[in-house]
């Protein structure tokens, strides 16, 4: 029996530094992790139904999220704040196609299978202070940048069944970057600016270009009474902006050049061809559960420049000239805080995917539309997208939700023209410059020409914990 106790005791000293101190992540009347971790998760369940009718003709086999059952966008969170002396550490892990990653993958050129991978989504310290009637706040690690505000203010509060619009549009390369970032607030207005790496957080430095991005959004968000809320953003953005090396437009160096496979030529162009300048803005109306209104619109630069061949330097050299994109988008939900209907509408130049594309150039004038030998109208490329979404929601819980709904995308081609689908009588795909070489040339195969709709009925959930 005295055995037995000495036993008992020994496995008690022994065991108990592992049962350490219970972590308490709430407390009345105190912040949320101010005793301890606070621990959060996003997950997001989907269905999508891709809508396939003899009227589209084809069937498109190719890997997506745009049929069965995915998990879009599902995060893992920690987080640590010591509120005395005003720091916050966090931590958030996403799960994400690795096709999203890389090209090796069945959904690219690869045939790698597509996998769900773990991966990190922020990474920051947070210094928050005040100055007199100002709040300050400074991060330093990777954040989210300033234009997903409006994910997380909830003013924009579907990010679960598509991406907020800016980031649809591509206001930056991805939502989060390295960086550092500093907000300060008075009253109604705020000032955020951010100096970051530019290439996202899925790539690393230097991939795209050698220097910084510089983003700021200026916002008004006046509080009319308890039920009322608006609110007005100016945001803008100027890519490779400082921190770049002269010569970084050379061929092969960055994606600024492509490599052209001639060991003859070694092409260089400015640092101006690695540069682009975006404008948004955005306003929003909250109004109690009943009403969610925003609007907004988008407008994009990339600069131009003359790319000359180092080899043959008193040779001519190509202009690239300056190009420009818009883009304009709205959502309105209108409930009662148990349902909800949702539409949404988004129209860029660009497509058929989704995302603002610099389109425009100064070749539209009429006195350049017509040159000596030139077979045909010279026109800027005129092709857009137009996307739609209605859905509706169910309010499970304050925190989980679930919604149905319909979108589809609409696109149209360099001269203005929709889209087509180019098909064989095999079944297999072709494109419009062999059907239109049909007519004039016999072919074993004829192609037909169908409009081309993306549609999808989708099914999504999302618990928030």
């Not at 207005?189 to 530019?198: D, E, K, P, W």
């Not at 988008?329 to 058929?352: D, K, M, Q, S, T």
């Amino acid at each position: 029996m005295k055995l037995f106790y000495q036993i008992i005791i020994g496995f008690s000293l022994f065991t108990l530094p592992i049962f350490g101190e219970e972590v308490v992540t709430t407390k009345k009347d105190e912040p949320d992790g101010y005793y301890g971790l606070k621990l959060g998760a996003i997950i997001t369940p989907t269905a999508s139904l891709r809508i396939r009718d003899k009227a589209s003709g084809t069937t498109d086999l190719s890997p997506s999220d745009k049929s069965g059952f995915s998990m879009p966008w599902t995060m893992f969170s920690i987080s640590k704040e010591w509120e005395d002396l005003g720091l916050k550490a966090e931590f958030w892990g996403e799960i994400l196609r690795n096709d999203a990653l890389t090209n090796d993958t069945s959904a690219g050129t690869g045939t790698k299978e597509n996998p769900y991978v773990f991966l990190v989504r922020r990474a920051n310290i947070a210094k928050t202070f005040e100055l007199g009637n100002t709040k300050h706040q400074i991060q330093f690690g990777m954040f989210e940048l300033p234009h997903m505000f409006s994910v997380w203010s909830g003013n924009y509060d579907w990010r679960y069944f598509d991406k907020s619009p800016l980031e649809s549009l591509g206001f930056a390369r991805d939502p989060v970057d390295l960086g550092i970032n500093y907000l300060v607030r008075w009253k109604s207005f705020s000032i955020q600016t951010a100096v970051v790496n530019g290439e996202g957080y899925r790539n690393v430095q230097n991939t795209t270009n050698t220097g910084y991005d510089v983003i700021g959004k200026i916002g008004w968000e006046p509080t009319w009474s308890e039920n009322l809320k608006t609110g007005i953003h100016l945001l803008g953005r100027a890519s490779n902006a400082f921190g770049y090396a002269s010569d970084e437009c050379r061929e092969g160096k960055t994606k600024c050049l492509l490599d052209d496979g001639n060991p003859n030529t070694r092409r260089q162009g400015p640092v101006s061809l690695n540069q682009e300048q975006v404008v948004a803005l955005e306003s929003h109306l909250l109004w109690k559960d009943t009403v969610n209104l925003g609007l907004g619109g988008m407008f994009k630069k990339h600069l131009g420049g003359k790319i000359v061949d180092r080899f043959s330097p008193y040779q001519p050299g190509t202009m690239i000239p300056e190009s420009t994109g818009r883009g304009a988008y709205f959502w309105l939900g209108i409930g009662n805080g148990i349902l909800r209907l949702v539409a949404r509408g988004e129209i860029a130049n660009g497509g058929p995917s989704p995302g603002l594309r610099t389109t425009e150039t100064v070749e539209r004038e009429p006195w350049v539309r017509f040159q000596p030998g030139a077979t045909e109208p010279r026109y800027s490329d005129q092709s857009y997208y137009v996307s739609r979404q209605i859905f509706g929601e169910w309010f499970i819980t304050p925190s989980a939700r679930l919604a149905l709904g319909y979108t589809e995308v609409r696109s149209y081609d360099t001269k203005g023209e929709p889209n087509k689908w180019y098909v064989d009588s095999t079944g297999e795909l072709s494109n419009r410059v062999e059907y239109i070489g049909q007519f004039s040339k016999p072919v074993v195969y004829p192609i037909s020409e169908y409009g081309r709709l993306d549609r999808s009925i989708v099914l999504k959930a999302t618990a928030t914990f």
